[in-house]
């Protein structure tokens, strides 16, 4: 939570709640009291949690899907915060993103990032779903004192990724991998549409993972994305190895994202 998501907050609530908050970006008493006033926030909820369920709320009373209203700041609440504060400044939203098809030779180890293709391969959207066991601890992105051992994903791919976690294990020793927070683990399997679109997200299918969103995001480029640095290298050759796509090394765009679906 940052100053300008704190700021937005309390814009919102001087219009909607008729608060007469200094709008400074930061969570004082006054700001407290008035998200008092939010019904759809819990009264037992910490005022941080407060803070990203008013941003939720707003996100979902301006049309865009922030997923539940659950006062965590995931990277589904933070891409609907960019686009709520695109609407604020323009009134409208941002133009959809759409997730682009890929069509080729379908021959090769993993299916091309297409519905058709993927749907062969894996199967329907959410279906055949297995686990995961990681070497090393992983942390939720979005809650750090969550810790997860094994996740959810497609079966086809689990003993890839265990390969990949089991080399990045040997390599940078696990003080290492905290420290480039290679431990921070964003999500796989999550069947929904993309945002405004109408096609599946490859993590529909568990055939995707996303990594350090937060200091990876969507739209960042690798002048912002931490895992554009040299430093990471050895973590995509061994995604790379198994045939796996980072569309940050591919297409400069979702550093976090690493998908085996093949864009060629
Ligand atoms: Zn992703």
Redesign the pocket.
């Known amino acids: 939570m940052n100053k300008d998501m704190i700021k937005v907050v309390q814009s919102k609530l001087n219009k909607m709640y008729r608060s007469t908050l200094v709008v400074d970006g930061i969570a004082g008493n006054e700001t407290q009291a008035a998200l008092q006033k939010v019904s759809v926030l819990p009264t037992e909820w910490s005022t941080e949690r407060k803070l990203v369920g008013f941003i939720q709320h707003l996100a979902t009373l301006s049309g865009i899907d922030a997923g539940p209203i659950d006062g965590k700041l995931g990277?589904q609440t933070e891409s609907a915060y960019s686009d709520l504060v695109y609407k604020l400044a323009h009134g409208k939203l941002p133009a959809p993103w759409r997730q682009e098809e890929f069509t080729g030779d379908d021959s090769g180890q993993w299916p091309l990032q297409n519905e058709a293709s993927m749907n062969a391969f894996y199967g329907e959207v959410g279906t055949n779903q297995g686990k995961a066991n990681s070497p090393y601890p992983l942390k939720l992105a979005w809650d750090t004192d969550k810790i997860v051992n094994r996740f959810t994903c497609h079966e086809k791919i689990a003993t890839a990724v265990e390969r990949v976690l089991q080399r990045v294990l040997d390599h940078y020793g696990l003080e290492e991998i905290k420290r480039l927070r290679l431990d921070l683990w964003?999500?796989a399997l999550n069947v929904r549409k993309m945002r405004g679109g109408s096609k599946w997200?490859?993590?529909a299918w568990g055939a995707?993972?996303?990594w350090d969103p937060a200091h990876n995001k969507l739209k960042w480029n690798r002048s912002q994305a931490t895992l554009a640095s040299p430093e990471y290298d050895f973590w995509w050759k061994c995604w790379e190895d198994e045939g796996a796509v980072s569309?940050g090394r591919e297409q400069d765009r979702?550093w976090?994202?690493?998908?085996f679906a093949r864009l060629r």
């Open positions: 990277p964003g999500g997200s490859t993590h995707s993972i996303d569309l979702d976090m994202h690493v998908q």
